[in-house]
């Protein structure tokens, strides 16, 4: 149930977002100011248009685009910094990982999305900046559940073995260590992708992030607020779509979880 | 247990001064704080006698020592737009967002709590189907979007509740039931799984064995056990309602700390930012120690471990 609900929920997003300028007709930044604040329904525009005439069916659909881009590209950049961190702190011990825990303590200190948006509203506005300020402020989830895996898996037989037979250490680390917390890296990545994506919309709509007229969740809802007395449709749709996209992650990432690390808390 | 509670009060101490430190470097990162904050269409002579002023023509070495040598005394400047102490507009702010995540717990006690005993006693019932779908969907749903859905039913089409702003409890009920949603979905799914924990143990078994009624069972011998990891993940939890109160203050116009932290970010007001960004670090920190050290209280086996 899980499984197959959050299956298709992300199938959707992800057919949504890569087949969007195929789906509609309209392009998402083109104004009609002859038919502004169309209902739901209107002939030609499935879920209305917004106050400058813009298609909101087409809007919400590459809204999808740049949410999953945003989400695919800071779980991977966290995936990887956050992992190798991880795996040297677990694997070297002494100062790289003391140094390391310390620093996961400070950012941990902070709440994730009051750290992201702070960062995002010191580097600047735009796609590049969001990535980069979600990934700094996102990475440490993964270097501590990567560094406590590391720090059991290298107690294992296979791996006193395969040092005994003259691994070295690099190799050891990449071959025979990795291989084992990859499965973990990747539930974490499945469950902070939804957390990022919210995360983007949240910041857009608070006016940093992705700005107007790009067709960002966030920054749509920013906007809808406005005409939130006249048309409900421009509050709930992109609010909708985002909401069942991280739903349907969320789903996955759950069942991802049961299915190979039960025992994983994130 | 003395000796636990040492090191963890060291151990926080020095992630506030590294949190302080941090706070420094990432607004210093952006580059020229002053340049950022004053119009475009300033003389090059006003700006550097502003900056000299400020004194962020020192070397940035003596910047942080100054800013440090501030923070640890509560002085983070005045504020760039208010020309007020900087610390105290924070300190005006923190009792609204205090009643704010206040009531926001309660309702997640109220609601979260019973529901995930429920679902957790009911397992695999409908009763468990319907509220664990409903603790997945609080979770997806993003704050914000929330917010604007309950202003639109409640106070565009019934009329029952004002926008936003503070006064009356009527203000009070939608910033409260947006910061509890995601809160309290989480706490429901946790208490569930604490609480099936628990359910699983042998001295449940003995207990029924014993022919205890089901309510005593569950009230006297699953809920004190299934307590201890419930208090603990929602009270590290509980540190993210800060984070939440930057959404639901500015949605709602509540005047807390998250608006006043917003605010100061879109004004580029950085002592501001500092001392708002500083004070939540430092609540969070707290928080987690409090939870740590109950937790070495609760349970006799943390404190021997330590």
Redesign the interface.
Known sequence: MKKYLGLALTLAALLAALAAPWLTAHDPLLADFGATLQPPGTPGHPLGTDQLGRDLLSRVLHGARLALFIGLCTAVLTAIAGGLLGLVAGFVERWPAAVLM?LA??????????LA???N????LGLRNIILSLSAAGWVVYARVVRSEVLTVKQRDFVHAAAALGVGRTRLLFRHVLPNVAPSIVVVASLQF?QFI?AE??IS????GIQPPTPAW?SM?SE??DF??VA?WL??FP??A???T??GV??LGDWLRDRFDPKLRV | MRHYVLSRLAQSVLVVLLSLSAVFGMVRLGGDPVLLFLPMDIQAKDVNEIRQRLGFNDPLLVQYGRFMAGAVRGDFGQSLRYRRDALGLVLERLPATLLLAGSAIALTLVIAVPLGVLTAVRRDTLVDHVGTLATVLGQATPGFWLGLMLIYVFSVQLRWLPTGGTGTLAHLVMPSVVLAAFFAARVARLTRSATLDVLGEEYITTARAKGLSEARVIAKHTLRNSAIPIVTLAGLEAGQLLGGAVIAETIFAWPGLGRLTVQALLNRDFPVVMAAVSFTSIIFTLMNLAVDLSYGWLDPRVRVRA
Not at chain 1, 107 to 113: K, Y
Not at chain 1, 205 to 208: A, I, N, V, W
């Open positions: 310390r303590d400070v950012q941990l200190s902070f709440p994730f999305i009051l948006l702070t960062i509203a010191i580097v600047g939804s919210v919309a949240a709509f608070l006016g940093f966030g809802l809808s607020r939130l007395y409900w509050a709930a609010g909708a985002l909401a069942l991280a739903l969320n789903l």
